[in-house]
């Protein structure tokens, strides 16, 4: 990392005209994949990212740069020339440096880097092999390893200078299962920010197995009818609908521009009072934790809605100017190449009081979406449609056959206002997640919860009743 009196130099340059905040991003990154097919691996990457990103306000103004090229000379031009979209005169200057000590909440047992590529590929190979015996009808077996090492220094001119270390580790399984014309996958892909220790409490055989048993239950499922009826969606990855449809609604990247549903309702009912929602990036060793911010500041839990009143958007610090509040440390981007903004960490909906059982006996025909898939949102009003990845019927307050095919249509703040139920089983899963600041890795998660009504839509377009 670069020595902390080029830091201030640069930052001193930065604001001699007229600036009132800057602030040094630099990275190293680390990274390895590697792909398999059929037990066969495909292609395998490793590399080193490095480079720093220099930011400037001015007042509401944000003005960012970026380079690999960290000598003194450069360092000093590209701060001089980002200085020169401001035309003022200097107000403050940089206060010295002072490194901040913490505790790392989130440690590392066995650096992946410390391991050879065989040993990976042989998790990778137990993945395969486990998705492969599970039945004859899985034809098709891709498997992806992933792990990154990503240092961190921050530094400002209030002086404050942070470092971090985070690192990810994550398996990836997809399984394709044929017979004669039907073809459907099934997918599992847990992450941790963890070292290889991850794979102690997540073992390849069984990511495999999850992947194959989805695919194969898929394979054979009737194609889903179509309507309007009540709908169970389960833990983990269900969670994906508050993210897409709500969380991002309650970004002040949205928020600021009154480009959210949520502009203005602080204090506000916005959801059904069993519903709590939460956004905690300090949660140990989860994937989308940090013991900073890309601003540098503490993470924190943040209730964004308790008992369905909202208590609390997603702050980055430009922004909470622009709104007069506080930063909620919800600061990140994907490396130096993007300027931070206000993102989500691990967000989920809080357990609840009622069990499954509760939840479905009264439905007479319904859904229970076991597993989410991908969507699509359009942020500023919420509306969103999203995929389900494994689903089945439910008749007279039980689960009948499973169905493919399924799509959930709604809206955000409608979708939150229709919750009236919610479980005591809460799980989180992992996933990627791109905005402006480029792709993070987040957690998405919540106990099985159900919508009173939702608009389901099914492949074969027939009436829910039939």
């Known amino acids: ?45 490793s590399g080193i990212r490095y480079g720093i990103g220099l930011r400037i306000y001015h007042d509401v103004e944000s003005f960012y740069a970026y380079t690999n090229d960290t000598s003194e000379e450069n360092l000093m031009k590209t701060a001089s020339n980002l200085a020169g979209a401001i035309h003022g005169e200097r107000i403050i200057d940089v206060k010295p440096l002072e490194e901040v000590e913490y505790e790392n909440a989130h440690p590392i047992k066995v650096y992946p880097k410390s391991v050879n590529a065989e040993t990976k590929i042989a998790l990778m190979k ?11 009808v899985i034809k098709k077996v891709m498997v992806t390893y992933l792990d990154k090492e990503q240092h961190v220094a921050i530094s400002n001119s209030q002086g404050r200078y942070i470092k971090d270390c985070r690192v990810h580790t994550r398996m990836a399984v997809n399984a394709i299962a044929e017979d004669g014309e039907l073809v459907e996958t099934g997918s599992c892909a847990p992450g941790g920010h963890e070292g290889m220790e991850f794979y102690e409490t997540h073992q ?12 194969k239950t898929m394979l054979y499922a009737d194609d889903c009818p179509s309507g309007v009826m009540p709908v169970i969606i389960d833990n983990g990855f269900g969670g994906v609908i508050f993210h897409e449809a709500c969380g991002h609604s309650l970004e002040a990247a ?16 916005i959801a059904s009072d069993c519903v709590t929602a939460i956004d905690d990036g300090t949660i140990p ?21 308790e008992n369905g009143i909202l208590k609390s958007y ?35 909906i809080a357990p609840g009081e009622d069990s499954f059982e509760d939840m479905i006996k009264d439905i007479k025909f319904g859904l229970y979406a076991k597993n989410m898939g991908g ?7 919420g509306d969103y449609n999203f995929s389900v990845r494994e689903g089945y019927l439910i008749k007279d307050g039980k689960i009948d056959k499973p169905v493919k095919g399924a799509t959930l249509i709604g809206n955000g703040a409608d979708t939150l206002l229709k919750i009236d139920k919610v479980g005591k089983n809460l799980e989180r899963a992992q996933g990627m997640c ?18 009173s009504s939702m608009i389901v839509g099914g492949k074969d377009g027939g009436n829910a009743h039939e």
């Open 126 to 136: 137990e993945a395969n092999d486990a998705a492969m015996a599970y039945d004859s």
């Open 1 to 45: 990392m670069l020595e902390k009196s080029l830091l201030e130099k640069v930052l001193q340059e930065a604001l001699k005209t007229g600036g009132d905040f800057a602030e040094i991003f630099e990275e190293t990154n680390y990274n390895t994949s590697y792909s398999m097919l059929n037990g066969v691996v495909e292609s395998a990457n």
């Open 254 to 269: 949205a928020v600021a521009k009154n480009q959210s549903v949520f502009c203005g309702k602080l204090g506000q009912k």
């Open 434 to 451: 791109g905005a402006s600041s480029g792709s993070i890795p987040t957690d998405v998660g919540q106990p099985a919860i159900r919508v």
């Open 314 to 348: 997603l702050i980055d610090t430009l922004n909470g100017r622009r709104m007069h509040m506080a930063s909620t440390s919800s600061s990140r981007r994907e490396s130096y190449k993007y300027e931070t903004v206000s993102r989500m960490t691990n967000t989920f």
């Open 204 to 215: 390849p055989k069984e990511i495999g197995t999850e992947a194959a048993r989805i695919a």
């Open 375 to 381: 969507g699509s949102v359009e942020s500023s009003t």
């Open 285 to 305: 060793n989860a994937w989308g934790s940090a013991n900073i911010d890309d601003e540098g500041n503490f993470t924190k839990r943040n209730v964004l809605i």
